[in-house]
């Protein structure tokens, strides 16, 4: 749950860590935390408050190790905490987010994505090990990638019998049963990947990419699975949409890996379905229920 702490309070534990603020806006809101711009000894910096400060230090990790002038991350500068929450200090960057451009201003600015996309695939993974969702010291949670495609399906961490009187029990098997079927066609790369990629968390100045934000969900594996997410939200997004359409003229090994691709969008969409089946958004639960069909019709 979002936090909604008062201003009083947030301005008294800034102060008290970092000095007067000396400026203050809201910036639009993320979905799990309170957002604003800060302006501290003449500097611009953007505010997170948050219910835990896990994602945080994962975004200073991710700072620390893959931040390059082509891969543009911005810098934390702190994390601390706010009445029983955490907060994070980053250094603003300037620029929309892809989700914010029009249909006319996306097209100047795709193969500038693309570019940044190959400098995530290529960032260094010194001092890191697993697969699969990584933690803020680099440590993946699976053994392989085939192991963290598989995980949706795990009864341990995935309860699909607990969300049967939302989600039909034959449906769920279908698909889980599809994706075990798919997953040995993909490989065992080990790269950098962003993980929400192409949407809220990428912005520009109409020129460059100006950063790549929100690593809380990053991974260790196929770097076609960024790719993979911009292919699954294209009918939900705009920004998607263009930046598929530049994917499939551009990008000639996609032709090549379909079915890898296609395993990668239906464990993007169980996921999906899983969350939304778990909190209760019927809304979104039976789109993502429907994408799934699309990608892999059973």
């Known amino acids: 749950m979002k936090p909604r702490l008062s201003h009083q309070a947030i301005t008294s534990a800034l102060q008290r860590d970092l000095g007067p603020i000396s400026a203050w806006t809201s910036v639009s809101q993320g979905e799990e935390s309170q957002v604003f711009g800060i302006r501290l000894a003449n500097e611009d910096f953007i505010l997170r408050i948050n219910r835990l400060a896990e994602s945080f230090h994962k975004d200073a990790f991710c700072y620390r190790h893959f931040a390059s002038a082509s891969l543009p991350i911005p810098q934390i500068l702190s994390i ?12 603003r960057v300037m620029g929309k987010t892809l989700q914010d451009l029009t249909p006319a201003e996306l097209p100047a600015i795709v193969g500038r994505v693309d570019e940044v996309m190959h ?25 392989s ?33 599809l994706l075990a079927e798919l997953i040995p066609l993909c490989p ?9 990629f192409g949407s809220n968390n990428v912005l520009t100045d109409g020129l460059a990419i100006t950063g790549v934000i929100d690593w809380s969900e990053a991974l260790f594996g196929d770097p076609l699975y960024d790719v993979a997410n911009i292919f699954f939200w294209r009918p939900w997004l705009a920004c998607m949409e263009v930046q598929a359409r530049f994917f499939e003229k551009h990008r000639a090994d996609l032709s090549t890996n379909v079915q890898t691709l296609r395993c ?27 994408r799934c069909e699309e990608i892999a019709p059973t």
């Not at 009445?83 to 250094?91: L, P, T």
């Open 80 to 91: 601390g905490e706010i009445e029983g929450h955490a907060y994070c200090v980053s250094r």
């Open 119 to 143: 400098a995530i695939a290529d960032a260094p993974l010194d001092d890191t090990v697993g697969f699969g969702r990584f933690d803020a010291s680099g440590s993946g949670g699976h053994a």
């Open 145 to 177: 990638w085939r192991d963290f495609l598989a995980a949706v399906a795990n009864p341990q961490h995935h309860d699909w019998p607990g969300q049967e009187s939302t989600v039909d029990r034959h449906w769920i098997d279908r698909h889980l049963r």
């Open 188 to 196: 065992e790369s080990r790269c950098l990947v962003h993980g929400d």
């Open 264 to 290: 990668y969008q239906l464990r993007i969409g169980l996921q999906q379905v899983f969350e939304c089946a778990s909190t209760g958004d019927m809304a979104d639960l039976r789109w993502a229920m429907a």
